[in-house]
């Protein structure tokens, strides 16, 4: 079966410390993994998908097949990054399925 | 585009009424998925459509929730009757395509005393 797990339910960290939110999944096949966020009174919004292996807002994100892992993680933290993250996936007999996880909010403090 | 639009934004019941809550996806989108967020399990997928027909209702938690999508342009999620548990934000999302980046409208936050 298909499944997102996100360990951390709350992450705090000062501004300028190193954030990683961690994602686990289980699926057999070849998953398309995303991180969606969302501000404070603010939509769900896509911030990345593995499949673009780009950076935004400095955050970057490895798909690890090995670990079935595919974290988040930025160098330098932000306080406007404060916000709720979810991580996804989309696959299965029925591709377009789209499944979160339980969500990690994280919280840079000044 | 508006983007997707839900309809009613907050919506306060007592138990055991009929509650219908409405979804307009981005025109053009051929996927249509409603969820439940709550702090306890996050954002739970109930169902999704695929060019209006239902594809996996198997997130929806009991007999007592319904979707229907009678056109591209339109879905409803209903819940009859309601209960205290039903209290959670509701969301609703549309895609292009499968795979592609789904886009949610603003909610709908369900009370249900």
């Known amino acids: 079966a298909q499944r997102v797990t996100q360990p951390e339910k709350l992450l705090s960290v000062f501004k300028g410390a190193p954030v990683e939110l961690k994602c686990n999944y289980s699926?057999?096949?070849?998953?398309?993994l995303f991180w969606y966020v969302q501000y404070s009174r603010q939509r769900l919004q896509l911030l990345l998908r593995?499949?673009s292996r780009e950076s935004i807002k400095g955050f970057t994100a490895d798909l690890n097949k090995g670990e079935t892992s595919f974290h988040l993680k930025k160098p330098f933290a932000q306080e406007e990054d404060s916000a709720m993250y979810y991580c996804?996936?989309?696959?299965?007999?029925?591709?377009?399925?789209?499944?979160f996880g339980q969500g990690t909010e994280l919280s840079v403090k000044p | 585009d508006a983007g997707v639009i839900q309809s009613p934004r907050h919506e306060v019941t007592e138990m055991g009424q009929e509650v219908t809550l409405r979804c307009k996806p981005i025109?053009?989108?051929?996927?249509l998925f409603w969820y439940r967020q709550t702090m306890m399990r996050g954002l739970e997928l109930l169902i999704y459509?695929?060019?209006?027909?239902?594809?996996?209702d198997s997130g929806m938690p009991e007999d007592r929730f319904s979707a229907k999508m009678p056109n591209a342009s339109f879905s409803t999620l209903k819940i009859q009757p309601s209960e205290p548990r039903d209290s959670a934000v509701y969301f609703c999302?549309?895609?292009?395509?499968?795979?592609?980046?789904?886009?949610f409208g603003q909610g709908t936050r369900l009370t249900v005393v």
């Open positions: 999302a549309s895609s292009l395509r499968a795979g592609s980046e789904a886009f």
């Open positions: 699926y057999s096949g070849s998953p398309e």
């Open positions: 593995h499949i």
């Open positions: 996804a996936l989309s696959g299965g007999f029925t591709r377009g399925k789209l499944i």
């Open positions: 025109s053009g989108h051929d996927y």
């Open positions: 459509f695929n060019n209006n027909v239902p594809i996996d």
